[in-house]
């Protein structure tokens, strides 16, 4: 008997135990609004040092500095695959609001490419915060002097120039240049891209060992005050502010009508309800407005693109298809 009533205790106490833990990992509601009940772990699906992680750790800085978040959010770095093993993480972490992380157009490439079996479908889109644009530059003694000239080059015979980028094929290096080559007439099929993931995109471009490099406008800021390279254009509908930058001219004033944007925001794990959606919806937005960020953002170069929730997810059902149509002509669909 007294074996049943411990068997008994020991399965209330359990019970109990779980119950505490679902509500801790629901959070608290409270007069029809949701608030987290513990820290929100935010999650850098890269290593130290990129786009994903300063993103990350600046945005949750601020929210922690600035009062705008009720709970710490440490940081955590999940890096491999182009953000797989980050998102293979996240979905593990089904139903619990308290872990949020940080994506670009990658979320999109890498599945259609076939490197990851998760991707923007799977998550749920919190808001976007910041754009960045691509930047196309050669070496200082290279023999273009803007984006025509190279790809006139190209029209006759893609394949004898090659291009260079961090990410791999079919990921956002490789796409941001094919989408703007496409437009201005070249064979895209038929285009060389080297992916050094390595780190050494830019030393294969400065030794002479290719091209041209595709990379973040940022990325190439220092080797242009060095007088090592030149930038032959960016992605962005219009010239960008800032030292140095400003001196980049767009593919549009050279007349050749496209743009890509390197949009970049949060997403929470699947299955969030609509109070945990507003309550990342109502920071994030206060974030964005803020002074402080608007500092961090010059500091960094970024430029403002705002989207809640819902603005979100339209948009990345547009861009899901246009990419799609991208790669499916690369044919790296898989």
């Known amino acids: 008997m007294k074996k049943m009533i411990l068997a008994a205790a020991l399965l209330l106490c359990m019970v109990m135990m779980s119950a505490c833990s679902s509500k801790e990992a629901a959070g608290i509601y409270k007069d029809g609004k949701w608030m987290p009940s513990k820290p929100i772990e935010v999650v850098a699906t890269a290593g130290a040092g990129g786009g994903w992680d300063t993103t990350a750790r600046m945005v949750a800085q601020t929210l922690e500095k600035d009062g705008l978040i009720d709970q710490r959010m440490p940081v955590i770095n999940k890096p491999g695959g182009g953000g797989a093993v980050g998102w293979a993480y996240m979905m593990k972490k089904e139903g619990n ?89 070249v064979d895209v099929t038929k285009i060389k891209y080297v992916s050094d993931q390595d780190g050494g995109a830019l030393t294969q471009l400065l030794n002479g060992s290719v091209d041209v490099y595709s990379a973040g406008t940022s990325e190439t800021i220092e080797q242009v005050r060095a007088g090592k390279i030149k930038v032959l254009g960016v992605t962005s509908p219009e010239r960008l502010k800032g030292d140095t930058l ?56 970024w430029n403002e693109l705002y989207m809640d929730s819902g603005e979100y997810k339209e948009f990345l059902k547009k861009e899901n298809d246009e990419l799609y149509k991208l790669l499916d002509e690369l044919k790296l669909i898989r």
């Open 246 to 301: 400003e001196d980049f001219p767009t593919a549009i004033e050279q007349g050749i009508n496209e743009t890509f944007v390197n949009w970049r925001g949060f997403f929470g794990p699947p299955n969030m309800d609509e109070k945990q959606i507003q309550y990342y919806e109502e920071r994030l937005k206060k974030l964005n407005d803020s002074p402080e960020w608007k500092k961090i953002r010059e500091k960094y170069g």
């Open 97 to 185: 609001p308290h872990n949020i992380f940080v994506s670009s157009p990658p979320i999109i490439l890498v599945p259609l490419n076939g490197q990851s079996k998760y991707g923007v479908d799977d998550f749920t889109p919190l808001s976007n915060l910041i754009a960045d644009y691509a930047a196309f530059a050669v070496r200082a003694d290279a023999k273009w002097d803007d984006l025509n000239d190279l790809f006139d080059d190209m029209k006759k015979d893609p394949s004898k120039i090659s291009v260079v980028g961090v990410s791999s094929p079919g990921s956002m290096d490789h796409i941001q240049f094919i989408k703007i080559a496409k437009a201005a007439g």
